[in-house]
């Protein structure tokens, strides 16, 4: 994690914009109807990235959505006719929440490649990139913003993808070009007749795009534990999350557990939600090479089990999104953690509406 780009523009009044953005969230194709034989798990064999190998250059395991359907699949927890396949965002989508001067720098292949941290990315045309790079990351997004449709039908939904805590309306950095979780809620808004969100961040690392998205949104609630000594110290986006709870490099799995039980105690007497956003990150585990903490792979899957009894507590939908993990380990874990609810009856991945 690191490099960072940002991008400015005179935006419109407030009110024009906020008609603008209402009206490209009713006309966009992303919310659309499934099947009752399908779960609400959603995926596409273009989540995975792989542009020529260089993907291999930074930590992220670029193929990790797809080996974690793999895995459920593989076992026979999942059928794979019965997952969800979204649509991906078009411009018009991402102008929900992304001015066109920040759509227009990923024109440049060398912008790109200082989002994602790939250098070599920069040599590449960009037509490449934008077939290669950026298509899985859109395929992603419409993911995400189809998880909080079905999640309001269903109960919950899990996006294999999605998660790009780092990129903000204007800026995108750390592996996240684009803000996925702002513009699932922006389409909550509008679409679900939705006000009061509550995003549960427990990537390792702090979720600034969406803290600075929402910095003035009283309709949104943060709760964001993370490591305050790495990437990406952003301590203005800091100020906007209303329960933060920071760790410090190597925090073990007890005292994890222990902090985000009396966060789940602070948040319920603060905030009512009426949805859900989790942002799962496996880069907590122990060995992380970027999350520098110390959880166990049995400590990930408590975790989100404990998430998801908090949302089932509160009668609240549930949207999780896999977000960043930079082992090879981090599919299984997640697919563990998947089976997990399955078995403890908090998601059902054989039948539909019963949740």
Partial sequence: ?????????SPPSIESAEVLRRNRIISSKLYFDVNPSKVPVIYSASY??????????????SSKWGRICHFLTKEGVLDKNRIVEPLEASRDDLLVVHPDSYLDCLKSSVNVSMIIEVPPVAMLP??????????PFRMQVGGSILAVKLAKERGWAINIGGGFHHCSAAKGGGFCVYADITLCIQHAFVRLNISRVMIIDLDAHQGNGHGTDFSDDQRVYIVDMYNSQIYPLDYEARRYIDQKIE??????????????????????NQF??????????????DGDPLGMLKISPEGVVMRDE??????????????MLTSGGYMKSSA?????????LSTKSLIRLSSTYNG
């Fill in 126 to 135: 960009n037509c490449l990139v934008q077939q290669k790079v950026l298509h």
């Fill in 306 to 319: 404990k998430v998801f009894r908090f949302a089932k507590e509160l009668n609240v939908p549930i949207v």
């Fill in 48 to 61: 995975d990235i792989a542009a020529f190998g260089l993907e291999k250059l930074h930590p992220f395991d």
């Fill in 247 to 268: 760790l410090l490099s190597g925090t073990r799995t007890k005292e994890y557990l222990e902090l985000l039980d009396k966060a789940f105690e602070v948040a319920s």
């Fill in 1 to 9: 994690m690191g490099t960072s780009l940002s991008s400015r523009s």
């Fill in 272 to 285: 009512v939600p009426e949805l859900i956003v989790y942002n799962a990150g496996t880069d907590i585990l």
């Fill in 332 to 340: 299984r874990v997640i697919a563990d953690s998947i089976i997990n």
